[in-house]
């Protein structure tokens, strides 16, 4: 289906890669979301649960790097987006 195609553009590269790819077309990531690249792009079949705290600890790691920023919600429901450059541009 279209759904298999569209996540087989977040396989190749980094985790980092896909999800900072997503939020590039979709503006926007929640945890969720990234459970769900991490569980396409896994060839082990992680349980939920592992795929969610993978999810949440790449968010996390992420946040860290300054790559991605928490836009909105409580962290369960929270979306992510670019960390904007403040160079007050």
């Given at each position: 289906g279209a759904g298999q195609k569209v996540l087989s553009a977040f396989v190749e590269?980094?985790?980092e890669e896909a999800v900072l790819m997503l939020i590039g077309r979709n503006?926007?990531?929640t945890r969720s979301d990234v459970a769900?690249?991490?569980a396409a792009r896994d060839p082990k079949e992680l349980t939920e649960e592992q795929i969610r705290v993978k999810s949440t600890n790449l968010l996390q790691t992420m946040r860290r790097k300054g790559l991605i920023e928490k836009a909105e919600g409580s962290t369960r429901s929270a979306r992510y987006v670019l960390k904007q450059e403040s160079d007050g541009c």
């Open positions: 590269g980094t985790d503006g926007s990531v769900d690249i991490l």
